[in-house]
């Protein structure tokens, strides 16, 4: 990941209060310039109120929140360098598109002739030439959405921000718009922060995350640092499937560990050391598509990991439910302790998911490397 | 669902009529067919002291465009006219802070609003007058003042006021207009407030947004989409204050009659049914000139996402 030059915008130690509800909970991260920046979380952990304190439509009780390098805290939203693309689109319904679109040059004084030209240039780059005259009413959805991202991006923002952009809109079209926001965003180069509950959406257009949960920040990363190296049990569950176990650190040395589970027949073995005192209570997490299946016999002996001790990282079981979802089968397997766990499988021929029946007992087994440790 | 209402009224003609029947004959009873009556006597003269004939004239109407009794009309619709205005301009922040206000306010605010009907209107009207006739509470407060100014100039040795002028605040034009505004004020309220109410409130956002203060958004966005609001409220101010009664018989001078005074005169004291009846048609016509103006200026449809 390239180290981006400066940060745009700066939550410190943001907190905000409804009630005795706390939607935001003493949040501090930054966003950098250029980034593709993506709130996530379950409704309400309180990122669409972050999202909204951006906008200046709601204030922290503390905190500050820097754009810029400036604390605009205070600031009213009409004198904040960011534009919001709103979930319900927000398009004025009594005004044509381009009086939509050129309402925000309108309001800065801007020239008539200059005015309108930036509105068909906005226009153009939503795809929309030509929808100038129409009334909101005449448009789809998917059309409307586009007429907000051009009124909001033809004010040239620092930071152009969307509410779910992609929650109104069927699947076909949103999987359209999940390619179109990425593809903009290169090309005008705003800074786009946007939030979402889809976790597929974070992970396919952000450049980077923060994963929120009861108003408080749990993690923040690129997509890739969130799946594959999660820092606490909320963001291994909350992003892709994940098979968790909790366990005692039984054993921990710089270049290895070992974490018993009462769920498991032999101690997880690791090829890390883990942070963590001798005894502590942790978990383990192993995601689906890690998990390797092999056939096994009555009485036969354990097969052995070659990065692990003998017996080590594999366990025997019985495949109870198999889904075939095309490119891929999940295998749904009960362990000895009763405990199920998923195991995932590309089907790379045609004949790969006949290897396997359901109640056909199995081993399972990952590599020493591939478990992440959660401290909490 | 429009469809399946519209089918089945053919698939059950019986049903339909069945329940179709009691209120249409309860409006033909009691509206239409008396209204007819009525209208037939503005073209029919009077026959001695209870005998109306009709003969088709069209002298009731002549009369009644006589410049005399069109003053009046359009002294009606002047009072009418004013009362909405002051309805619409008070009206619309009350609506305002009602719309903007937290749930619980809302409903106590709402309540305040409604709360008038729940008293006959000829009771409030006495009441109006109780505050505001010579000796009624407005001048009393006022009397107080006024002692206390002159006792404070009496102390520090300024110059001293003369006696207290009770202002005359009953039986004038002023005391027709207040109350009319009195009458009317929910009526624009309601229809202002449940337009603004419907309002998408991420649309004021938006226009915060982009970059517009709140007098501008409030004037390109919020007041174009609450015109539908804005063109009822007025309606159903204008309409009963044109017609209004009680109001200028109670509270109104010598020259503040209205045109519904006219014609409950020409119905009692003058005796002169026919006449009445071609006023009170006069004034049911020019309404529906008004009702047509608005059903052409309503947007066609409301426009919602």
Redesign the interface.
């Known amino acids: 990941m390239t180290k981006p030059a400066q940060s745009i915008i700066t939550f410190e130690n943001v907190t905000k209060r409804y009630g005795k509800v706390i939607a935001v909970d003493n949040v501090s991260f930054s966003i950098s310039e250029g980034e593709f920046f993506a709130l996530l979380g379950p409704s309400g952990c309180g990122k669409t109120t972050l999202l909204r304190m951006v906008a200046g439509f709601e204030n922290p009780d503390e905190g500050r929140i820097l754009i810029d390098g400036k604390d605009v805290t205070d600031t009213p939203p009409n004198r904040r360098p960011v534009n919001m693309v709103f979930q319900s689109y927000a398009v004025f319904p009594h005004m044509s598109v381009r009086d939509n679109v050129a309402y925000g040059l309108t309001v800065e004084g801007v020239g008539k002739a200059e005015r309108l030209r930036r509105a068909e240039e906005a226009l153009a780059l939503v795809k929309l030439d030509g929808y100038g005259e129409r009334k909101p009413d005449q448009l789809s959805g998917g059309q409307r959405q586009r007429v907000a991202l051009a009124r909001a991006l033809v004010k040239r923002p620092r930071v152009l921000l969307l509410d779910e952009p992609l929650s109104a809109l069927d699947a076909k079209l949103r999987e359209q718009m999940r390619f179109e926001l990425t593809q903009l965003q290169e090309k005008v180069g705003v800074t786009f922060l946007i939030v979402t509950h889809d976790q597929d959406e974070a992970l396919a257009m952000a450049s980077r995350c923060a994963v929120m949960n009861r108003g408080v920040l749990q993690q923040v990363g690129a997509p890739s640092d969130l799946y594959e190296f999660p820092n606490s049990r909320f963001v291994a569950d909350f992003i892709g499937q994940v098979n968790m176990f909790e366990g005692i650190l039984s054993r921990d040395d710089p270049d290895r560990a070992e974490i018993t589970c009462a769920e498991l027949t032999t101690p997880v073995f690791l090829d890390h050391g883990v942070t963590g005192a001798a005894g502590s209570t942790l978990w383990i997490a192993i995601r689906p598509e890690k998990i390797e299946l092999k056939g096994r016999k009555d009485g036969e002996a354990k097969p052995i990991m070659e990065d692990a001790p003998e017996g080590a990282n594999v366990e025997p079981g019985f495949i109870r439910h198999i889904s075939y979802l095309g490119s891929e089968s999940v295998y749904e397997v009960d362990l000895t302790s009763g405990r199920r766990i998923k195991a995932l499988r590309s089907n790379l021929t045609r004949w790969d998911q006949e290897d396997f029946q359901v109640d056909q007992p199995v081993w399972l087994a990952w590599h020493a490397c591939s478990p992440a440790v959660l401290l909490s | 669902m429009a469809e399946t209402v519209n089918e089945s009224w053919k698939k059950s003609p019986g049903m339909f009529a069945s329940l179709l029947a009691p209120p249409t004959l309860f409006l033909f009873a009691f509206l239409l067919a008396p209204l007819f009556v009525v209208w037939t006597y503005s073209f029919g003269h009077n026959e001695g002291l209870t005998e109306i004939t009709v003969d088709g004239t069209f002298a009731n109407y002549a009369h009644a465009l006589n410049p005399l009794y069109l003053s009046i009309l359009i002294k009606s619709f002047a009072f009418a006219a004013f009362t909405t205005f002051i309805c619409l301009a008070a009206g619309f922040p009350i609506a305002l802070a009602i719309t903007f206000a937290k749930a619980k306010t809302k409903s106590w605010l709402l309540l305040l609003i409604m709360l008038p009907f729940w008293t006959n209107l000829l009771i409030r009207t006495y009441a109006l007058m109780a505050l505001l006739r010579t000796q009624g509470y407005v001048n009393g407060f006022l009397h107080i003042v006024w002692n206390g100014i002159a006792g404070v100039l009496h102390l520090v040795h300024g110059p001293a006021l003369p006696a207290f002028q009770p202002l005359d605040l009953l039986y004038n034009n002023f005391a027709v207009v207040l109350g009319l505004v009195y009458v009317q004020l929910p009526f624009m309220v309601l229809p202002l407030y449940s337009a603004l109410d419907r309002l998408?409130r991420?649309?004021l956002?938006?226009?915060?947004?982009?970059?517009?203060?709140h007098l501008?958004t409030m004037v390109?966005?919020v007041l174009?989409?609450a015109m539908p609001g804005v063109a009822s409220g007025i309606l159903v101010t204008l309409i009963p204050s044109v017609g209004a009664f009680l109001t200028p018989d109670l509270l109104g001078g010598v020259d503040s009659q209205m045109i519904a005074n006219v014609i409950e005169r020409q119905f009692k004291a003058a005796n002169d049914w026919p006449f009445g009846a071609a006023i009170s048609f006069l004034l049911m016509y020019v309404t529906f000139v008004a009702i047509a103006l608005q059903s052409v200026f309503a947007p066609k449809k409301e426009?919602?996402?």
């Open positions: 998408d991420s649309l956002e938006a226009s915060l947004d982009l970059g517009a203060g501008r390109q966005v174009p989409l426009a919602r996402s």
